[in-house]
């Protein structure tokens, strides 16, 4: 069983930043590909950002984030982050991290993930 614990959640104004983290219990965080996703009331679950776990350096982002999300990972703590920058209100919502082991296919797509986290609250004011 893979546990995924976010944390940083909170909230920020307009043109603020925030930095999510998501720790996972498992032996190897090394060979699991890690993903961001974000859910707002009303709408469908929505591709924020991932990393693979190949170590190649390679991300991806959706494009309402692009430039100004940044994900990375430190596997020496099993730990992937999310640092986001210049938030706006319409990226209020409920941020999830995602797991999948050894995964590098339709990374960008929810069903690809097999791991979960509760999600964390973000919120933007104006």
């Known amino acids: 069983q893979v546990l995924l614990v976010e944390s940083g959640g909170g909230v920020v104004q307009a043109g603020g930043s925030l930095r999510l983290s998501c720790t996972a219990s498992v032996l190897i965080f090394s060979s699991y590909s890690m993903g961001w996703f974000r859910q707002a009331p009303g709408k469908e679950r929505e591709f924020v950002a991932t990393?693979?776990?190949?170590?190649?350096?390679?991300?991806y982002y959706g494009g309402s984030v692009k430039g100004r999300f940044t994900i990375s990972r430190d596997n020496a703590k099993n730990t992937v982050y999310l640092q986001m920058n210049s938030l706006k209100p319409e990226d209020t919502a409920v941020y999830y991290c995602?797991?999948?082991?050894?995964?590098?296919?339709?990374?960008?797509?929810?069903?690809?993930?097999?791991?979960w986290g509760q999600g964390t609250q973000v919120t933007v004011s104006s």
């Open positions: 995602a797991a999948t082991r050894f995964g590098d296919k339709g990374l960008v797509t929810a069903s690809t993930y097999n791991y």
């Open positions: 990393i693979p776990w190949s170590g190649d350096d390679i991300t």
